[in-house]
């Protein structure tokens, strides 16, 4: 059974930072593209960052690039956001996502986390 | 970027009706590159159809999309209980990639 499991969001103040972490099971992780999906309080979802099998491809929305880090860790069925010099247009539940197929990057999600709240404010 | 508007913002129907949902893109969604998801208070989105009229592994088929270029549809056959839920459309085409606002299906 595949889950993703989503831990480290928190109350940050502006301009923190924060690192998320998505552990993966029941597939292998290491063949497939992964993402982070954000969702503001009542709001919609919005697509944050999407990274390669490998780690070799990473790609960001506008407003997060040079703020914001997706990593992997294979070894360790892990996925990662780093997030830095947070703004308060940042809050959301940030979901990890996984792309369908393995190897190529089609850019749409079949298996998500619960999620995990990230809250910035003072 | 692709805008993707959603309508009706909500779908108040009775269980065992047809809801229909509509997905409308700024530009052309090259290949039919659109899903659909359904999602429930709390919980994480589920993904329902792909390239505009696939059914994802395990999704009923009173589920079905249909549309091409700008316009796609969501169709729900006959509502059962547990389809009650926010529905988004998605355009995986170009980047970047973008969800539309969502539409509510309510019990009436």
């Known amino acids: 059974e595949v889950q993703l499991v989503e831990s480290g969001g928190g109350l940050v103040q502006p301009g923190g930072s924060l690192r998320l972490s998505c552990a993966a099971s029941?597939?292998?992780?290491?063949?497939?593209?992964m993402n982070w999906v954000r969702q503001a309080p009542g709001k919609g979802l919005e697509w944050v960052a999407n990274?390669?099998?490998?780690?070799?491809?990473?790609y960001y929305m506008d407003s997060v690039k040079g703020r914001f880090t997706i990593s992997r860790d294979n070894a360790k069925n892990s996925l990662y956001l780093q997030m830095n010099s947070l703004r308060a247009e940042d809050t959301a539940v940030y979901y990890c996502?996984?792309?369908?197929?393995?190897?190529?990057?089609?850019?749409?999600?079949?298996?998500w986390g619960q999620g995990t709240l990230v809250t910035v404010s003072s | 970027e692709i805008v993707l508007t959603q309508s009706p913002g909500t779908l108040s129907l009775s269980p065992g009706e047809r809801a229909t949902l509509s997905c409308r893109a700024s530009?052309?969604?090259?290949?039919?590159?659109l899903a659909w998801y359904q999602q429930k208070p709390g919980q994480a989105p589920r993904l329902l159809i792909f390239?505009?009229?696939s059914r994802a592994t395990g999704i009923p088929d009173r589920f079905s999309g249909s549309g091409s270029g700008t316009d796609f549809t969501l169709t729900i056959s006959r509502l059962e209980p547990e389809d009650f839920a926010v529905y988004y459309c998605?355009?995986?085409?170009?980047?970047?990639?973008?969800f539309g606002q969502g539409t509510k299906v309510e019990i009436k």
């Open positions: 996502a996984r792309e369908p197929n393995r190897w190529i990057q089609l850019w749409y999600f079949d298996f």
């Open positions: 029941g597939f292998a992780f290491n063949d497939y593209y």
């Open positions: 990274i390669k099998h490998d780690g070799s491809e990473k």
């Open positions: 530009q052309s969604v090259s290949s039919s590159y």
């Open positions: 390239g505009a009229s």
């Open positions: 998605q355009q995986y085409g170009r980047s970047p990639r973008t």
